[in-house]
Structure formats: C-alpha cells, structure tokens
C-alpha cells in the first residue's frame, strides 16, 4: 500500500515548484518590460531632442539645458519612493501603471547618454551588462548558500558609495569617479544575486493572487535597479565618448 502522506508531500513539492517558477518568470517577465519601456523612451527621446546635425532642438534644450532636467533626473526617484512605501495600498494594476511610469521617466533621463557616449559603446555595455546580470541572477536563483551576510555587507557598502559619489559631485575628481564607478560593479553584482535569492525567498504558496503580483512588481524593481546602476558603473568604466 503506497504511503499516502509521501505521496501529498510529493505533489505539493511540485505544486509549490510549478509556483516558484511561474512567479520568478512573472518577476523577469516585468523587469525586461521595464528595460524595453526604457530603452524605446531614451531612443525616442534622444531623437526627438536631437536633430540630423548633431544640434539640440527645442526638445532638447527643454530636456537637457533647461530646469526641466532635475525634474526628470528627480521624478524617478520620487516614484521609487512611491512604489516602495505604498505598493501594499496599491491594486496590482497601479503598481504596474506606477513601475512602467518609472521606466519610461528613466529611459527619458537615459537619452543624455547618447550625448556623451557613442552609440556602439553603449550597446556594448548593455549586452555586457545583460550577460553578467544573468549569470549572477542564476547564482541567487540557484545556490544552496545563504546570501544573508553577504547582503548586509553590500548593503553597507551601498550606503557609503552613495555617500562618496555625493561628495565627489561636489569635488569633481575624475580619478575618483572611476575608482566609485568600480567599486559600484562589485556592489551591484553582489547585490543582483543577493536579491535573487531574496526574491525567490519571498515567494509563498498561501498568498493571494493580488500579494503575489506586489511581490512580483516589488521584485522586478529591485531587479531592475540592479541593472541599470551595473550599466551605467560598466559604462563610466568602458564607454566610448563622443
């Protein structure tokens, strides 16, 4: 007579498996959308604000010269916030309108770029950084080993980079930004499979429908960050300037 209680363990081991999965894919699923929304918004942006001869057009001043550019560099950052501390009061469907809105805000911040770095380099980074990310996040996914530590040291670490590129603003020392710029690299590989496993943590069986896409969207964004700060480190570091 086969062991009834093996055999529940058993199926819900899959059940909870099939779970993990569904929800990790819904979490890469939004990132990589996010990434699209920024990537079509900086391309969009730059051209628009950038004429065949190199010369910036009305657009452009307005996004580039004029003080609408700390409203653009500043929004993102206010609806990090948003997200942050009030996701849990959100429908699934606001926190998603929310994070694509943060996405595009970024890709419209991002089309400075093509000012100071060519287009070939930045494209290098970025497959670059794709490539990285993706064996670091599989790390997280995968390891048996508990990250915790490792966590809260970068994260440490995360909280005087932020210092030091703040007073560095103020110096404007290059050799310095370049050191900050590869200090940054190791803080967010570090920190891209320490959230994976955080992330995948996060996942449980019993949350509701609604819980579960928070928790997807919250991801995605912890994720997403990860990403763009690697790009933009890797891309200080080896970018091609105009």
Same mark, same amino acid.
């Given at each position: 007579?086969?062991?009834?209680?093996?055999?529940?363990?058993?199926?819900?081991?899959?059940?909870?498996?099939?779970?993990?999965?569904?929800?990790?894919?819904?979490?890469?699923?939004?990132?990589?959308?996010?990434? !699209?929304?920024?990537?079509?918004?900086?391309?969009?942006?730059?051209?628009?604000?950038?004429?065949?001869? %190199?010369?910036?057009?009305?657009?452009?001043?307005?996004?580039?010269?004029?003080?609408?550019?700390?409203?653009?560099?500043?929004?993102?950052?206010?609806?990090?916030?948003?997200?942050?501390?009030?996701?849990?009061?959100?429908?699934?469907?606001?926190?998603?309108?929310?994070?694509?809105?943060?996405?595009?805000?970024?890709?419209?911040?991002?089309?400075?770029?093509?000012?100071?770095?060519?287009?070939?380099?930045? !494209?290098?980074?970025?497959?670059?950084?794709?490539?990285?990310?993706?064996?670091?996040?599989?790390?997280?996914?995968?390891?048996?080993?508990?990250? !915790? %530590?490792?966590?809260?040291?970068?994260?440490?670490?995360?909280?005087?980079?932020?210092?030091?590129?703040?007073?560095?603003?103020?110096?404007?020392?290059?050799?310095?930004?370049?050191?900050?710029?590869?200090?940054?690299?190791?803080?967010?590989?570090?920190?891209?499979?320490?959230?994976?496993?955080?992330?995948?943590?996060?996942?449980?069986?019993?949350?509701?429908?609604?819980?579960?896409?928070?928790?997807?969207?919250?991801?995605?964004?912890?994720?997403?960050?990860?990403?763009?700060?690697?790009?933009?480190?890797?891309?200080?570091?080896?970018?091609?300037?105009?």
């Amino acid at each position: 007579m086969a062991d009834t209680r093996f055999t529940t363990q058993t199926g819900t081991q899959v059940q909870i498996d099939q779970g993990l999965r569904s929800y990790m894919l819904r979490v890469y699923n939004y990132m990589g959308a996010g990434l !699209a929304i920024t990537g079509a918004a900086a391309y969009g942006t730059f051209h628009a604000a950038v004429d065949a001869t %190199g010369a910036l057009t009305p657009l452009g001043n307005a996004v580039f010269v004029s003080p609408l550019k700390w409203v653009l560099i500043l929004a993102p950052l206010a609806m990090v916030m948003l997200l942050s501390f009030r996701i849990e009061k959100m429908s699934v469907s606001a926190a998603q309108l929310t994070f694509w809105a943060y996405a595009a805000l970024v890709g419209v911040s991002f089309a400075s770029l093509g000012l100071i770095y060519t287009a070939a380099s930045i !494209a290098q980074v970025f497959f670059i950084t794709a490539g990285a990310f993706g064996a670091l996040s599989l790390y997280g996914y995968t390891t048996k080993r508990d990250l !915790a %530590g490792l966590g809260s040291f970068l994260f440490m670490g995360l909280m005087g980079l932020i210092l030091a590129s703040l007073v560095n603003l103020w110096f404007q020392n290059g050799m310095m930004g370049m050191v900050l710029s590869a200090i940054s690299v190791l803080i967010f590989t570090g920190l891209t499979a320490w959230d994976t496993q955080q992330i995948k943590e996060m996942y449980y069986e019993a949350d509701d429908v609604a819980t579960l896409g928070r928790k997807a969207i919250m991801g995605a964004l912890r994720l997403y960050l990860n990403f763009i700060n690697l790009f933009l480190s890797l891309l200080r570091l080896f970018g091609n300037r105009n």
